[in-house]
């Protein structure tokens, strides 16, 4: 049995959710997506980040995100989603915590979604 969202093979058991049978990452997530915008969450991530250097706390995919935004200065997030060989799903998980983070954001322009540094000289 495979998956519906992600199209993984389940490893255990499957859940149930609307109609779809996914994946337990995929179930926890449906039910508690990442929030780009939280006050309470960037007020964390600054407590625990203060006096360090915050680029070097970054995780292999958030330090490729950065690098790939440094070079691009913006990109659209399918864009960074696809040069980087990776689902929007992580990718919007990896987005929330630099933005927590206050290194990464975005802006929409129409029905686009952009993803920039908050400080492009980083």
Wanted: net charge positive.
């Amino acid at each position: 049995m495979h998956c519906e969202r992600c199209k993984n093979p389940i490893q255990g058991e499957a859940y149930e959710y609307r109609g779809e049978r996914l994946c337990e990452d995929c179930y926890l997530e449906t039910l508690n997506p990442p929030r780009a915008c939280d006050p309470w969450a960037v007020y964390s991530a600054k407590k625990m980040l203060q006096g360090k250097d915050a680029l070097k706390q970054l995780s292999p995919l958030q330090a490729k995100i950065v690098e790939f935004l440094r070079q691009r200065r913006e990109a659209r997030i399918d864009d960074v989603a696809a040069a980087l060989g990776i689902g929007e799903p992580e990718l919007r998980r990896e987005f929330a915590a630099l933005r927590h983070m206050e290194i990464v954001k975005a802006t929409k322009r129409g029905a686009d979604v952009f993803l920039t540094l908050f400080d492009p000289v980083k």
